[in-house]
T-cell receptor, first 114, second 114 residues
Framework: EAGVAQSPRYKIIEKRQSVAFWCNPI?????LYWYQQILGQGPKLLIQ????????DSQLPKDRFSAERLKGVDSTLKIQPAKLEDSAVYLC????????????FGSGTRLTVV | GDSVTQMEGPVTLSEEAFLTINCTYT??????LFWYVQYPGEGLQLLLK?????DKGSNKGFEATYRKETTSFHLEKGSVQVSDSAVYFC?????????????FGQGTELSVKP
């Protein structure tokens, strides 16, 4: 079974620029999650989708972050404009259903904002 | 609120030493508990889990027992190997109206020397 695919693996941008990350979940997984992992900390949930609808985005800084999941499959996470404190690894995960079991994580995108 | 606290790292051990990484949690309701491992440059991998009190999760020589009375889920291994060097995350899965959400501790880095 193919895993959760993310791209790019690494991205370096200047502050105030915009950036987008892409995630392709495991086939058939209805629930998709984006996490932010700052160096030295555990992952923090940013947004959770059930199919193509948002279930929880309470921790998403909506003034600069946005995410969408078109057709309930792939998802993109965008930051515009980026700040220095956005430097982190952005992890995508998917699970079979909204109960959360079977979480599978992608390898992440490491963002450095300079 | 719901949270997970892990012992601070880094933890440095010699090969074949006994490992304990402490994890305690605060949660309303009855969460499931997990240990995830993150090897350098890789994504999060599920190491083991326990879904109810007194359950013991085990995998690859690692064990953890869900202790409701002490709200703990300590990770143990009798004899560590150099290949166990990684960052270990304790997490709880709590259910909200929106579905299941994983909440992580800050991670504990383990370094095993030959």
């Amino acid at each position: 079974e193919a895993g959760v695919a993310q791209s790019p693996r690494y991205k370096i941008i200047e502050k105030r620029q915009s950036v987008a990350f892409w995630c392709n979940p495991i086939s058939g997984h209805a629930t998709l999650y984006w996490y932010q992992q700052i160096l030295g900390q555990g992952p923090k949930l940013l947004i959770q989708f059930q199919n193509n609808g948002v279930v929880d985005d309470s921790q998403l800084p909506k003034d600069r972050f946005s995410a969408e999941r078109l057709k309930g499959v792939d998802s993109t996470l965008k930051i515009q404009p980026a700040k220095l404190e956005d430097s982190a690894v952005y992890l995508c995960a998917s699970s079979l259903d909204r109960t959360g079991f079977g979480y599978t994580f992608g390898s992440g995108t490491r963002l450095t904002v300079v | 609120g719901d949270s997970v606290t892990q012992m601070e790292g880094p933890v440095t051990l010699s090969e074949e030493a006994f490992l304990t990484i402490n994890c305690t949690y605060t949660a309303t309701g009855y969460p499931s508990l997990f240990w995830y491992v993150q090897y350098p440059g890789e994504g999060l991998q599920l190491l083991l889990k326990a879904t109810k009190a007194d359950d013991k999760g085990s995998n690859k020589g690692f064990e953890a027992t869900y202790r409701k009375e002490t709200t703990s889920f300590h990770l143990e291994k009798g004899s560590v190997q150099v290949s166990d060097s990684a960052v270990y995350f304790c997490a709880l899965l709590i259910f909200y109206n929106q579905g299941g959400k994983l909440i992580f501790g800050q991670g504990t880095e383990l370094s095993v020397k030959p």
